[in-house]
């Protein structure tokens, strides 16, 4: 059987409650080797590092969600540089930018965001990348920030191509989720036909974004294997392959992902 990575998840989402176990059941048996759980603020960091510390195959990413940008506080900071000690804290995020849900002023947003890049720089993490509906300015700021000396992950990516080209050119991968399974995703089947496949990550996004044939239904990262046979045919490979070429590719962003060990 083929092993994946899903490199971006919520399973400590409440829609998880009723069958959290089964849940994590499917994603072994469907072939999942590791999975990093997404904590973004004050209340689900803590549900990941829970999670990170009780599950072996599962690892964290921590930071704070530009939606929730006008919460964050200095010390918040300090929070994050404790947490990256952690052996299974593999990454910072997911931070960036949305200016699609109304929650945070954009001014607050870009200052938490370059606060946050300076912060991966300083635990030497990369940076898992929210944009949504902010394209330029989120590479805009990456760059002010010098954030190529960390890199990190486009999660769920949905710029064009010329936007993925800047991304890899600042040592980013791009992750594919759900959408690039729907057959009128055009553009991020174009730009996953033409990503370097040795940059190329896979995720659910879980239990948001949820790929065909489940559209509509709750996500969960045994879904994985979904996007990663839309890649396969996307590229005209098989499987396994997209499989091999993920899990290697997540290794060697997230090195943590190789520590088993728990709280320092």
């Given amino acids: ?4 990575i899903d490199t971006h998840t919520h399973i400590n989402d409440k829609a998880f409650e009723e069958d ?3 849940v994590l059941n499917r994603a072994r048996e469907a072939g999942l080797e590791k999975i990093i759980n997404v904590g973004f603020n004050r209340e689900t960091i803590p549900q990941t590092m829970a999670l990170v510390d009780r ?3 599962i690892y964290g990413a921590v ?3 530009p939606q929730d940008a006008i919460d964050y506080r200095p010390e918040d ?3 994050l540089i404790s947490l990256a000690k952690h052996p299974k804290v593999v990454a910072i995020g997911e931070i960036g930018l949305d200016y699609y849900w109304d929650t945070s002023p954009k001014d607050v947003q870009h200052r938490v965001f370059r606060e946050q890049i300076q912060l991966a720089k300083t635990v030497n993490l990369p940076i898992s990348i929210h944009n949504r509906d902010a394209h330029a300015d989120v590479v805009r700021l990456l760059q002010e920030e010098g954030a190529k000396d960390v890199g990190g992950v486009m999660h769920c990516f949905s710029g064009s191509w010329e ?3 800047m991304c890899l050119d600042m040592n980013f991968y791009i992750s594919f989720g759900g959408p690039v399974t729907f057959k009128n995703a055009k553009q991020p089947k174009e730009v996953a036909r033409q990503v370097p496949i040795d940059r190329l990550l896979i995720e659910t996004d879980a239990p948001y974004l949820t790929p065909h044939p489940y559209r509509g239904k709750r996500n969960e990262p045994a879904y994985v294997s979904l996007v990663a046979q839309s890649i396969a045919e996307i590229l005209e490979i098989s499987i396994e392959e997209v499989a091999q070429i993920t899990t290697e590719n997540a290794y060697r962003l997230f090195p943590k992902l190789r ?3 728990s709280q320092l």
């Fill in 55 to 57: 599950e072996s195959d």
């Fill in 20 to 22: 959290f176990h089964l």
């Fill in 1 to 4: 059987m083929s092993s994946f």
């Fill in 63 to 65: 930071g704070w969600h």
């Fill in 259 to 261: 520590n088993h060990g």
């Fill in 77 to 79: 900071g300090d929070w």
């Fill in 163 to 165: 936007i993925a080209k």
